[in-house]
């Protein structure tokens, strides 16, 4: 991520995790750059230290787009509040998010009829491996690479006591 900071145009996390763009990400980031959030709630953007970075915040440059002005001059502008901006501000999940959800469905409904036991009857979770194997697979066909955890994020995932 932080190479990526370096470079691009336009964030968009969809991770379901906390902080995944943060402190050392908005000081690279170039004047101009857009940030977003699809995965969960307004956690994975940290808004607070974006907010106490910026020398001034204009809110409402465009419907649903707040721009960060940093002392020295660049502006990074935080679409829909942090929120899932896939709901926000437009109309639902697009096709390239569907299509992990229909695959893990196909992959699960394998899962159950490959079971030689009877299955209890009640919900089952996906198994991490189906879940990891549908992301990877994924992430692969676009040719992206992804960042191993932090400590903090490990925590987050691993607990229900931030968030709901």
Known sequence: MIEAAKVGDLFCTLTGDINVIRREHFEVMKDGAIVANSGHFNVEIDI????????????????????????????????????????AA??????????????????????VVRRDEKLEIKVHDVPEEIED??????????????????EEQKKYLSSWEIGT
């Open 90 to 111: 437009a109309e639902g999940h697009p096709a390239s998010v569907m299509d992990m959800s229909f695959s893990t469905q196909a992959l699960m409904a394998e899962w």
């Open 133 to 150: 194997w549908v992301a990877r697979l994924k992430l692969q066909s676009m040719g992206i690479e992804i960042d191993e955890l932090t």
């Open 48 to 87: 607070p230290t974006l907010e106490g970075m910026a020398r001034e915040v204009k809110k409402g440059v465009r419907e649903l787009v707040d721009g960060y002005v940093f002392p020295d001059g660049r502006t990074i502008y935080l679409l829909a509040e942090g929120r899932l901006v896939n709901l």
